[in-house]
């Protein structure tokens, strides 16, 4: 009778019925969900009926009395059941079936969410409970998270199951996983090693929507393998058994790892976390390293498994909760843990309803939502899973990827992704910070366009309102789009207060514009423009500018500029670059925004190209404005047509040509003389070349010829208008290579080097002096095949050079230090100079050319290079520089340059932070021989998480030997935008300034 009842019990837990509630507004609900107890209890006393049932097979003895029951249930006045449970028979049950020794099962636990270290997952094994051979009978008794909404088998009835509980396996057996629960084995410690799966048991509400409830696990994960990551795991669950054998857990938060194959190109491993903080809620964590950062910390969202439903049109509905009833109509209530995925969108709150007619669900307590992207706390939700609009009340909100975040009254979730802040603020700061804020009644962050608009909104730096608006957009990405940008402001001595404004027009996707109204206060309005257009073949930028009628020099004043490189064919290759001014001295008066190279010859070139192996033919025209009055105009190529090239005919032997046509043109107001001289020019030097190598020798014969012939007009009286040369360039350069090895393991070589040059004297004065210019004289010279640079000229020689170099090469291949010095010997005056009028180089042997690197780290080295007199040893000239240069932001450069009696100069140029925020800048020019300082530059930036201010100054000595200076400040609000002035044009000269700027663009 005894096991009668307690079957027909068993029976009735499973099946739910009950009989009808009096209340017509209440269905009928699962009986689990109407005890009066806890997960534990309900597993305690599955078990106990379980036990009881195993142990009356066993011992065959009659079933206890009614007083006896294993557990009694009866139902209260609201149709509530309420149950008790004979704790002393369930004991004496288990006290008589103990199971073997190395086989007990184990408590359920809580799902605890993959960690990077297994060993932090060990959970010891509960005292035991059940004897194995009772898992044994039941080895498919598992239940499932949640089971989904089914018809009840009356019209008024609707069953639900309780949450999950977990039943790991004996250490002899894995169970199956037909339930899409756990599949478990213990491992060699007596810890559980468990694998989840997903399964899907659907049902359809009166909407249409597919609705699973139960808990979305990864759908392919190894067994006994945790999911490896280095983001945040986020809280997890550590368990203990007590001494009662209860579990004991508490929420831990796990440190990220770097994951395994997931290396910088340096090889090093990501960063770590530390996620335990006051701010974790949204996500933050903060480097274990933060000197390293700029920021202290981050916004790192978790990692989720994916599922393989995220990109579906209407993904089905998971859910999971520790109590569920539904009523009449569709209205499901779920209490405890609540957690809701559909997609890639994921919900979590304290309690939920959930009416499937409407598909509306409203979520209450320590509401969560996350989609890739964006996580929103509130206190309450409504969410309408059919089209996912959501509103959120008393919410706070985080963008990771944008680093924004921000907290409202009111947050709309709109179907298109939009979201719509009332009463709310929007800043780039970490969690703990308030430097700046924006608010406004109505803000809305529009993530697909990448941008965002306020109404009324006021900007608040430090708390302080500081600037209102009553519209303002602004960009939350790199995302392009039409609007004002940040304006700029500066001085100058020369033109007062300096105020800009542009306006950006994203016209299309390959074709932008921006206007930029100036305002300078002592000469009037300026327009510039910077017109962009991309094809698939070519990048065009047009830049213009125009001021009319300037207040100071009473004239009209403009600026036009072409820069345009492309690909018009397989091989073929062309470019413009095209610069002109109105007068001398715009860029001194007026300055500009655009990108425009300043230089005291403005180039006008344009130019095709051919390049296919090793051969390049190429066409160009090349025209000049000279913007330095004390500077003489170059020559045009008008045009030019050039042919360069080499093949190589054997192992051994090499064929090179180049080849020039060009007619060469220029202004000749106020020129006189040979200056005047204006021609045809065409030229021609095929070369053949043997090597003969070993590895510790080589030789290198070279024989070429020089061809030049021109067509001259306005020649100089006696000379004439058909001038050529033609001449033979033989040489031999070669060398040995000797190696020893140093006690500290390194490699030490002597290279004595020997070339021979022989060139003829030609007769070369009635040539102009088209492009032609002496190189200076340095060690690499005395192994050249000419002294001059260009086609004009072709220094006579026979000559004798000697070199001898030492290098130091480290364990690892690596060059440590190397040292040079030469000299070449003549046997023969060297007549062919630049000036006819200028006597013969008659001395027999050269001046001494040394030149030393030694590489004091893999960051910094010292170079050194010096010409020395070959009679007293006397410095001639000398340039020294010490360079460190270890990353964007530590950059050291000084140079010394000695020419006699001509130049003594230092330059001086750094960027180098005093702490993590602040970081110098600077450079200063200073002549020796006049004693006095040709350019001063020092800029101070301030730089935290979410903005950043710069202030540079500057003193320069300008064409008039006369002392101006600028001031230049700029703030930048990150995530809204940067106004002030600009200084980009001379902090471009401290090195590695433009480098580092362009990277913090990208």
């Known amino acids: 009778m005894g096991i009668c009842f307690i079957i027909l019990a068993f029976d009735f837990y499973l099946s739910g019925v009950r009989p009808k509630p009096d209340s017509p507004e209440t269905a009928e609900t699962d009986l689990v969900h109407q005890m009066p107890f806890t997960k534990r209890s309900t597993y305690t006393l599955t078990l106990a009926i379980s036990a009881a049932i195993m142990a009356s097979y066993a011992t065959a003895e009659t079933a206890p009395s009614e007083a006896e029951m294993a557990w009694s249930c009866s139902m209260s006045k609201d149709g509530e059941w309420d149950c008790s449970v004979n704790e002393d028979l369930v004991n004496q049950v288990e006290s008589s079936t103990q199971p073997p020794s190395g086989e007990t099962a184990q408590s359920p636990v809580e799902e605890v969410a993959t960690e990077a270290n297994p060993s932090n997952r060990t959970v010891p094994a509960p005292p035991t409970r059940v004897s194995s051979k009772a898992i044994s009978a039941e080895p498919e008794q598992k239940q499932q998270a949640t089971t989904a909404t089914r018809p009840s088998t009356t019209p008024n009835t609707t069953v639900t199951t309780s949450a999950a509980i977990r039943r790991p396996a004996t250490s002899s057996q894995v169970t199956s996983n037909q339930s899409g629960v756990w599949d478990c084995v213990a491992g060699p410690n007596g810890e559980w090693l468990c694998n989840g799966e997903q399964t899907s048991v659907a049902s359809k509400n009166?909407?249409?929507?597919?609705?699973?409830?139960?808990?979305?696990?990864?759908?392919?994960?190894?067994?006994?393998?945790?999911?490896?990551?280095?983001?945040?795991?986020?809280?997890?669950?550590?368990?203990s058994t007590s001494a009662t054998g209860d579990w004991d857990c508490h929420k831990v938060n796990v440190h990220a790892i770097a994951m395994p194959g997931r290396t910088g190109s340096s090889g090093a491993s990501g960063p770590l976390y530390i996620t335990e903080n006051p701010y974790s809620h949204l996500d933050w964590v903060y480097y274990q390293n933060p000197q390293a950062q700029q920021c202290s910390g981050r916004y790192l969202e978790p990692e989720f498994p994916v599922m393989g439903?995220?990109?579906?049109?209407?993904?089905?509905?998971?859910?999971?909760?520790?109590?569920?009833?539904?009523?009449?109509?569709?209205?499901?209530?779920?209490?405890?843990?609540?957690n809701v995925r559909q997609g890639s969108k994921r919900f979590s709150s304290s309690s939920a309803e959930l009416d499937q007619v409407t598909n509306k669900a409203r979520l209450e307590g320590n509401v969560s939502f996350r989609e890739p992207g964006l996580l929103m706390l509130s206190d309450t939700a409504q969410v309408d899973t059919s089209t996912s609009e959501a509103i959120f009340n008393n919410a706070q909100y985080v963008l990771h990827e944008e680093g924004l975040r921000g907290r409202a009254q009111r947050i709309i979730r709109l179907e298109d992704e939009r979201l719509r802040l009332e009463q709310g603020d929007y800043t780039y700061c970490p969690p703990y910070s308030e430097a700046w804020q924006l608010s406004s009644d109505n803000i809305v962050l529009n993530k697909e366009e990448g941008y965002g608009e306020a109404e009324d909104a006021v900007l608040r730096i430090a708390g302080i309102p500081v600037l209102y608006t009553p519209y303002f957009t602004f960009?939350?990405?790199?995302?392009?789009?039409?609007?004002?940008?940040?304006?700029?402001?500066?001085?100058?001595?020369?033109?007062?207060?300096?105020?800009s404004v542009p306006y950006y027009f994203n016209i299309a996707p390959n074709l932008d514009d921006t206007l930029t109204t100036r305002y300078l206060s002592d000469r009037g309005l300026i327009l510039e423009n910077e017109l962009r257009y991309l094809n698939p073949w070519s990048d065009n930028i047009l830049n213009t500018a125009y001021m009319p009628d300037d207040d100071v020099l009473g004239d009209n004043r403009w600026l036009l500029g072409v820069e345009h490189k492309g690909t018009f064919a397989k091989?073929?290759?062309?470019?413009?670059?095209?610069?002109?001014?109105?007068?001398?001295d715009y860029f001194d008066d007026l300055g500009t925004n655009l990108e425009i190279s300043r230089q005291d010859h403005l180039d006008k070139r344009a130019q095709i190209s051919y390049l296919r192996d090793n051969w390049v033919a190429r066409i160009k025209v090349h025209d000049y404005q000279t913007i330095d009055s004390s500077s003489k105009a170059p020559y045009k190529r008008l045009p030019q047509l050039t042919l360069k090239g080499e093949e190589a005919l054997s192992e051994n032997v090499n064929f090179s040509l180049n080849a020039d046509i060009t007619r060469f043109?220029?202004?000749?107001?106020?020129?006189?003389?040979?200056?005047?001289?204006?021609?045809?020019?065409?030229?021609?030097?095929?070369?053949?070349?043997?090597?003969?190598q070993t590895p510790g020798s080589f030789i290198k014969p070279t024989l070429s010829l020089w061809s030049s012939s021109y067509s001259l007009e306005n020649q100089v009286a006696g000379f004439s208008e058909s001038p050529s040369v033609n001449a033979h360039i033989l040489s031999i350069d070669s060398g040995l290579i000797f190696e020893r090895d140093l006690d500290n393991g390194g490699i030490q070589t002597l290279e004595p080097r020997l070339f021979a040059l022989h060139v003829p004297h030609k007769d070369q004065s009635a040539i102009p002096d088209f492009d032609a210019s002496e190189l200076d004289f340095s060690y690499a010279s005395l192994f050249r095949r000419n002294r001059?640079?260009?086609?004009?000229?072709?220094?006579?020689t026979q000559q004798l050079s000697l070199g001898l170099s030492t290098r130091f090469i480290g364990q690892q291949g690596v060059e440590k230090a190397s040292f040079s010095i030469g000299q070449a010997y003549y046997f023969a005056d060297r007549n062919v100079q630049l000036d006819s009028t200028k006597p013969a180089e008659t001395d027999s042997q050269s001046d001494i050319a040394t030149e030393a690197v030694w590489y004091l780290s893999p960051d910094m080295r010292i170079s050194w290079d010096a010409v020395f007199d070959h009679s007293d040893f006397d410095g001639k000239e000398s340039n020294l520089r010490l360079r460190y240069n270890s990353d964007l932001n530590h950059r050291f450069d000084f140079s010394y340059r000695y020419e006699e009696s001509s130049r003594e100069q230092t330059d001086l140029s750094f960027i180098w932070p005093v702490s993590r925020q602040w970081t110098t800048m600077g450079r200063w020019l200073y002549d020796l021989q006049d004693e006095e300082s040709l350019e001063t530059s020092l800029g101070l930036e301030y730089e935290s998480c979410c903005w950043t201010v710069n202030f540079a100054g500057r003193r320069w000595l300008d064409d008039t030997d006369q002392y101006d200076t600028g001031i230049f400040l700029n703030f930048t609000l990150k995530g809204l935008g940067s106004f002030g002035s600009g200084s980009s044009d001379f902090m471009n000269d401290i090195i590695g300034y433009k480098e580092r700027e362009e990277h913090y663009e990208k």
Not at 317 to 337: D, F, K
């Open 206 to 239: 009166s909407g249409g929507t597919e609705i699973n409830q139960q808990v979305a696990q990864p759908a392919a994960v190894s067994p006994n393998t945790p999911i490896v990551t280095n983001e945040v795991l986020g809280s997890e669950w550590q368990c």
């Open 309 to 338: 439903d995220e990109h579906l049109e209407n993904p089905p509905m998971y859910l999971e909760a520790g109590q569920s009833s539904t009523v009449i109509g569709g209205l499901t209530t779920l209490q405890g843990g609540v």
């Open 475 to 499: 960009p939350i990405d790199d995302t392009r789009r039409s609007g004002f940008l940040y304006p700029s402001a500066g001085y100058s001595k020369e033109s007062g207060v300096d105020l």
């Open 571 to 584: 091989h073929w290759h062309s470019e413009i670059d095209y610069t002109a001014v109105s007068d001398e």
């Open 665 to 692: 043109d220029r202004n000749l107001a106020g020129l006189t003389g040979s200056d005047r001289v204006i021609g045809d020019r065409r030229h021609l030097m095929p070369s053949l070349s043997y090597l003969w």
């Open 788 to 796: 001059f640079s260009g086609l004009d000229r072709l220094g006579d």
